[in-house]
C-alpha cells in the first residue's frame, strides 16, 4: 500500500454536497490517495504527515475524473461524407447505423482492438476515468458476442444493444430478429455485459419491441437502460421510467408528462450535447429537467455517425452555452451525473472512500472548462490513484 499527498490544490469539486453548493467546493486543499482510494480531504495547513510521495499542485484546481455513461467505440469504418452531407442539409436519420455494420463486421478482431484502444487513449487524455461502451455494429450472434468480448477488455461498463437497429437481412421478419435479440444474442452477449439497451425511436424499435427485449435483459440480470426522445416525441422516456431503467439518453424531445415522469422516477435522463452538435438538431433543454427535479447527467455519445467526439469537456462547454446549464451542473452532470446514470457510488465524487480519479486542470477553477472551450486544459490524469 502506497500514499500519495496532493496539496497546493487551488479549488477542488469534490461533489460532495455543501449547503448551496452540489459540486463541494473547497479551496486552499490536499488529497491524501491510499491505495488508489481518497482517505483525506482538508485544508492544505492540516494535512496529515506521513505519505509516502508528495505532489505539489502549484494552484490548480481539481475535478473529478469525467464518467462518461454512453459511448459506441467498438467499430470500424469512418461516415465523414454523412456528416459532411448533413452540414449540407441532409437531415439525420437512424439508418446510417448501418453503414457502420457493414464495415465493423468485415473487420479483424485486431482491428477493433486497435480503434478501441485508440479512442480509450482519447478518453484518458481528456480527462475520462470511468466509461460505458455498447455493443450494437454488428447485429448477429457472433458479431455481438465480439463486440461485448472486446469492450469488456478496456471496461466492465459494457451494454449489450443487439437493438440499435433491425439489420437488413431481417427487413421483412422483425418479429424473427426480436426472438433473435431475446434468445441466442442475449445468451451469447451477456456473461460480458452488465446492461441491456434498445433504441426506442421511429426507424429502430418500438414500445412493445423494446420492453420485450429490456425484459429479458433483466431477467438475464442485465441492469436496464434507454435510448429515447432523440428524433421526436414518442415513447422512450416513458418506456425507461415504466421499467426502472438506470438511465434514458437522448431526451431532445419531451413533453409536460415525460418531464414529470423522469422527476417522480431513478431514472436518469443522460443529455448528449454532442449529438446536436453534429446531426444540427436543437439541443435539449436541460434547465426544464433540472428545474424539474430530474437528475441529469452528460454523456459523449462517442460514435462514427451521429458523434465523433470523446471530448467530455466538449460536452460541459456545450451544455453550458446550448442548453442553460451553469458550469457547475455541467461539471456535476459530466462526473457524479455519469456515476448515477451507471449506478456507481466509487466513482464521479472526491469525496472519503472514493476511487482516487483526479483531473488536474491547468486554470484556477472548472469554470475554464466551459471558459476556454477546445483548449488543452487537462495537465494530468490521476486514475485510481
Not at 479551496?27 to 481518497?38: F, I, K, Q, S
Not at 469525467?66 to 459511448?71: A, K
Not at 455481438?144 to 451494454?159: F, G, N, Q
Amino acid at each position: 500500500m502506497t500514499t500519495t499527498l496532493y496539496t497546493g490544490i487551488g479549488e477542488l469539486t469534490t461533489n460532495v454536497a455543501r449547503t448551496g453548493d452540489p459540486c463541494g467546493t473547497i479551496t486552499g486543499v490536499a488529497v491524501l490517495v491510499d491505495d488508489g482510494r481518497v482517505s483525506w480531504v482538508g485544508a492544505a495547513s492540516d494535512a496529515p504527515d506521513g505519505a509516502d510521495a508528495v505532489v505539489d499542485l502549484d494552484g490548480r484546481s481539481v475535478v473529478p475524473g469525467f464518467v462518461d455513461s454512453h459511448t459506441h467505440l467498438v467499430f470500424a469504418g469512418d461516415r465523414a461524407d454523412e456528416f459532411a452531407a448533413r452540414m449540407a442539409g441532409t437531415p439525420y436519420a437512424a439508418g446510417g447505423i448501418r453503414t457502420t455494420v457493414a464495415a465493423t463486421r468485415e473487420a479483424s478482431d485486431d482491428a477493433l482492438r486497435a480503434r478501441v484502444q485508440g479512442l480509450v487513449a482519447e478518453l484518458h487524455a481528456q480527462g475520462t476515468t470511468t466509461f460505458e461502451i455498447k455493443t450494437g455494429y454488428a447485429l448477429t450472434v457472433d458479431g455481438e458476442e465480439r463486440l461485448a468480448r472486446l469492450a469488456a477488455e478496456v471496461t466492465p461498463e459494457v451494454t449489450f444493444l443487439g437493438a440499435h437497429v433491425v439489420p437488413a437481412e431481417y427487413q421483412d421478419d422483425r418479429d424473427g430478429y426480436v426472438d433473435l435479440v431475446c434468445g441466442p444474442m442475449l445468451s451469447a452477449v451477456a456473461p460480458y455485459a452488465r446492461w441491456v439497451d434498445v433504441f426506442c425511436e421511429r426507424g429502430a424499435f418500438t414500445a412493445a419491441e423494446g420492453e420485450r427485449i429490456l425484459r429479458a435483459g433483466a431477467a438475464a440480470g442485465l441492469g436496464m437502460r434507454v435510448h429515447g426522445n432523440q428524433l421526436g416525441i414518442g415513447d422512450g422516456v416513458r418506456l425507461a421510467v415504466a421499467l426502472g431503467a438506470a438511465s434514458v439518453d437522448h431526451c431532445t424531445y419531451l413533453d409536460d408528462e415525460d418531464i414529470a415522469a423522469l422527476a417522480q422516477s431513478d431514472t436518469v435522463a443522460t443529455l448528449l450535447p454532442g449529438v446536436e452538435f453534429s446531426t444540427r438538431q436543437r439541443y435539449p433543454s436541460a434547465r426544464r429537467l433540472l428545474d424539474a427535479g430530474v437528475t441529469v447527467a452528460l454523456a459523449s455519445d462517442c460514435n462514427p455517425g451521429s458523434s465523433f467526439t470523446s471530448s467530455m469537456p466538449l460536452m460541459i462547454a456545450l451544455a453550458v452555452r446550448e442548453m442553460g446549464m451553469t458550469v457547475s451542473e455541467a461539471v456535476w452532470a459530466a462526473t457524479a451525473g455519469g456515476a448515477r446514470a451507471l449506478r456507481r457510488s466509487d466513482v464521479g465524487h472526491l469525496g472519503v472512500g472514493a476511487r482516487a480519479d483526479l483531473v488536474v486542470l491547468d486554470a484556477p477553477s472548472r469554470t475554464h472548462l466551459a471558459y476556454r472551450p477546445g483548449v488543452p486544459l487537462v495537465h494530468e490524469v490521476v486514475r485510481a490513484g
